[in-house]
């Protein structure tokens, strides 16, 4: 069909009205690989301009020329990206033109058929209709993004959990729109999710790589195992979602991404390596409490990060520009702390009784905050000099034995600034 077109006079694929072709190889391609998948494309519109016997294409030139040009032989198969070449029926021709091809494929190739809309000509003369007709033929004609590539094969992950997050983190440093038109909040959480998954995170070419590494490795490669992946993963992957958002709060809280008047450090800039920092946070402190132990080093630490412009994070992180290495040195580098960090929340938080014994000894039975006398009716207890909660070690030296009622409201005073 193409080609018969191709050859009329009287249908003209690039006329007044069409932009220069702009399409690759890449496309080109894509485009012969619709064709012999037998898949539907979106209409052709065409003009009809009745007097001159002429039909101009309007809109899907692109995708006309491709099938004759490839009919013409003028290009061959590539290897292109944008074709899944384990499932293509074009597989085993790459390197071929259309003559190369057996008759069969040649034969779908020619009979594929384009669903035709005409445009009358009145249409046609009225700029403001045709304009308009422009604008919301190009809309339509988006080509889809990574995340709404993936609806048909996510929809469980999608509904399960991605969905179910999205309310609270409207408007905020993470999110600052109230909308997701087209998946961008649900991205950022396939991200920290992926982000939250491994001790060490994999090799990866770019954010959306480690999406796709993270569900085929973890949600499995064929629609049965995903949809039983997700299923058996759903509560899993909503904690860790629910995780996050606490993580969040709580630096929030310290304002670790605010200044003292109010005003936030957090831009468009920085949206990545908040992303990151907050999916390794995830990873490493999957409860609250245990971050709580050392949330103020936390808090300091990833305000330092976060407070950097750009280059300086590059310079600090020792890399040129913000692409794959940069973020990969950058988890390297929070990965270190923050093991450091949990580590330190491991750690024992009760002195022993002969710590405690020897140490009130040596005090001489005074008590250091009251400076008065620990008398043996009195219960005690053993005390941090620095808190624990503010990194404070449990060994000798930041040992001291209080009154117990003492150390009662050293720690309300404690948790009162
Ligand atoms: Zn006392």
Known sequence: MAEQMGDKPWFVTRGSKQRAPCWKIEDKVAMIDTSVRKWKCAPIYVINYVEENRHEVFDGAHRCEALIEFQKNEFAIEKVKSVDWETSPLRDYIGKKFEDLPRDVQNIIKNYKFDINIIDEETANNPTALKLLWERLSKAGKPLNNFETMIPIHSDLNTMVLQKHKETWYETEFHPSKKSDRGQLETKFKKLLALSEWEKTPQFASMEDLIVKWSDTVLGKTTEEIEKNTRDKADELNCRLKQTKAIFHELRDRNTFHNDSGETYIDKSKEVPLLIILGRLT????SIPKMKRCIQKVSDYVRELIQKNPNDLCK????????????????????????DFSKETNERRLFTIQEKTRKLEEQNYMCPLCQKGIAPHQRNAGDHILEYCKGGKTDYENLQIVHKVCHEEKNMESKGT
């Open 283 to 286: 990873y490493w402190f999957p």
């Open 316 to 339: 600090y992180l020792g890399v040129n520009s913000r692409n794959a290495t940069f973020q990969k040195k950058l988890i390297l580098e929070l990965d270190t702390k923050f093991s």
